[in-house]
């Protein structure tokens, strides 16, 4: 069990049944209601509680007026990541020791937007799948299948047997993102906030591309570098579907 909070986080996790107890402030809305009604509807637990509480389990976040204990993600492993990509090419996200978990759960919702099949994380030097990534991601930890694996180098080495480009970005890298093709079966992988991609991770990389930065500031935070490129390669299959009329 693990503890969120937030209206998003709550109740995408009420839609997908994760909830096992609801708590909630003395005061809410119609969106709180709804909520109440939706536990409600599903037999949960629910408990009137004050704001000191809330803020105690939500460690000072902003919840809203609203937490629940919720069951853990199931947590998928590479292969199946592949596997359930199917029919489509997969497009993975791989990330190589992110600890900042607001910039976690950001990669998250973008990577449920854009199509993603799933992401790849380290256990250890990463961030923790809590309440502070579930209130980042708006809600979508509900959905994007995660696989955690003990060393990223030999996750992307899975990858490439399983027929998955494995694409880095890197700032002093020549090759530009948008000017490869993504429609591939294709895994984008992160390097953390202040170091980029480790050495081995670099080498297991199939090619290392970079995001061209025309203003004074030499690199975009990695949730945001997320962004850029999965939306590019969701980009190249809309027209890669369109072109083929499927």
Same mark, same amino acid.
Not at 74 to 95: I, M, Q
């Given at each position: ?15 997908? *049944?994760? $909830? =096992?107890?609801? /708590?909630?402030?003395?005061?809410? &809305?119609?969106? %709180?209601?709804? @909520?109440? #009604?939706? !536990? ?77 099949? *799933?992401? $790849? =994380?380290?256990? /250890?030097?990463?961030?923790?799948? &809590?309440?502070? %990534?579930?209130? @980042?991601? #708006?809600? !979508? ?106």
């Amino acid at each position: 069990m693990t503890t969120i909070w937030g209206l998003n986080p709550v109740v995408e996790a009420l839609r997908g *049944g994760r $909830v =096992r107890r609801l /708590r909630v402030g003395p005061r809410g &809305d119609r969106r %709180v209601d709804d @909520a109440i #009604a939706a !536990a409600k509807a599903q037999g949960i637990a629910i408990e009137r509680v004050d704001v000191q509480t809330l803020d105690r389990a939500a460690r000072g976040g902003a919840h809203q007026g609203i937490v629940a204990d919720v069951e853990t993600t199931r947590d998928y492993d590479v292969a199946e990541l592949v596997r359930l990509a199917a029919p489509a090419a997969a497009l993975l996200v791989v990330l190589d020791g992110i600890e900042d978990p607001h910039n976690v759960g950001a990669i998250l919702r973008t990577a449920d937007a854009a199509g993603a099949h *799933g992401v $790849v =994380r380290q256990a /250890r030097h990463a961030a923790a799948l &809590d309440g502070v %990534v579930a209130k @980042a991601s #708006a809600g !979508a930890i509900a959905y994007v299948r995660i696989a955690t694996v003990v060393n990223i180098a030999r996750a992307l080495e899975e990858l490439a047997a399983a027929g998955v480009w494995t694409v880095g970005l890197a700032g002093e890298a020549l090759e530009r993102y948008d000017t490869i093709d993504l429609t591939v079966p294709t895994a984008l992988v992160f390097g953390s906030e202040g170091t980029g991609l480790r050495r081995l991770v670099r080498e297991r990389c199939d090619r290392l591309v970079s995001i061209p930065m025309s203003g004074a500031v030499g690199s975009l935070n990695v949730s945001v570098a997320a962004g850029v490129t999965l939306f590019e390669a969701a980009r190249q299959r809309w027209v890669a579907r369109g072109k083929s009329g499927s």
